[in-house]
């Protein structure tokens, strides 16, 4: 990655921003991750374990420029939903779409649950997981493989176990979140798939926005855009200053040809009411791997395959800003309490911040990052 590449817009981030952010203290305490990743060669001691797809923690100390594995689980396939528990407690992981696992591990990074979604009912990984209010359950997005139908199970963190399950109203749920109200707002990608895991009859998708109550499943709301080759995927809040509470959406296109899916704009908001796409530039090309709340109000987007990490900002809505461009931008976190974001990408993870420089680390072991993780407490 090239840094001048990477920093050409922060005059533009700057203009956009209402409220400046403090740069890295000196001494501040190294950023822990929760990631899932896939590794292309041995842990590195004291870990021991060959190349394969982990899940495990993080330790970026970004002051000393130095990056800590302190553990890591093999799973079966990638770790794609992520959750860290309340004071420290351990974490909860779920496969990646149309796999086959959940996981529960303790503070030490322990695995001290594993749940096979085949053998509990037939059904697939939708890929994401949302800690309920009360702590003690949890949900996750599911696929019936048979119909292509989403559910949401509501699980107990202490064993797993499913204790009730809502439909999702569409196919192939993705992320999943609460508002301030505990209603479960999903993202239904709408995709159908063969038994084999690949994409069909994408003329007839029907992506949509879905508001339930966690409690008994009452669909409460249901949005959906005019262009339904457009799939809904991941989710990130945030506050305008204004006061106006925005859900960010981060889309796919699945257009007929290259050009039409190249072109296809990558981000809709939710703003309680209605569903809409704020802009169509095309910076992100068609896809976007991750989102999280970015300065302003705005959002940060990760345009995994073109290699762009995008900005959007409310009082400019019409436009993405491009932050920067490096090899497969992938998870994204933040702002750490110093007030930088976090990106993952192909070759390392970058520290990006308004005020202060970007910094960019390599991985202590050839290995590639699935494009979600989850900041932990320090």
Known sequence: MDKRSFLRSAAAMLAAASLPLPALAAGS????????????????????????????????????A?????????????????????????????????????????ADGKQVRLLDLATESGRVSGGHIELAADARHFFTTEIDQKTGLGWVSVRRVDTLAKVAEWPT??????????????????AN????????????????????????????????????????????????WNETPKGEVLLGIAMQGEHETSEARKNAPTLAV??????SIPTQSPLGEGYTGD??????????????????????????????????EFHRAGALSGPDE?????????????????RDKSQMLAWPIPMSPDNHWALLEA
């Open 270 to 275: 939710w703003n309680g009411k209605e569903l």
């Open 189 to 236: 990608g709408g995709i159908r798939y063969t038994d084999k895991g690949s994409k069909r009859d994408l003329d007839q998708m029907a992506s949509s926005l879905v508001r339930i109550n966690p409690a008994n499943g009452e669909l409460l709301g249901q949005w959906s855009l005019r262009d339904q080759r457009l799939s809904l995927r991941h989710l990130a």
């Open 338 to 354: 110093d007030g930088g974001f976090l990106i993952a990408g192909e070759k390392g993870p970058v520290r990006w911040h308004l």
């Open 169 to 186: 109203h569409g196919m192939d749920p993705h992320q999943l979140t609460q508002d301030a109200q505990g209603m479960l707002l999903i």
């Open 66 to 106: 130095a990056i800590r594995l302190e553990s890591a689980i093999p799973v079966a396939s990638r770790g794609h939903g992520l959750m860290g528990l309340p004071g420290g407690q351990g974490y909860l992981a779920l496969a990646y779409r149309h796999g086959l696992w959940v996981m529960r591990a303790d």
């Open 29 to 64: 305490k190294p950023t822990r991750l929760l990631a899932g990743w896939r590794s292309g060669a041995s842990l590195p001691a004291p870990l021991a374990g060959e190349a394969g797809d982990y899940v495990g923690v993080l330790a970026i100390d970004w002051t000393a």
């Open 291 to 324: 989102i999280m709340a970015g300065p302003g109000g705005g959002f940060i987007l990760s345009a995994q395959l073109s290699g762009k990490v995008l900005l959007w900002h409310p009082g400019e809505a019409a436009k993405l800003s491009l932050i920067g």
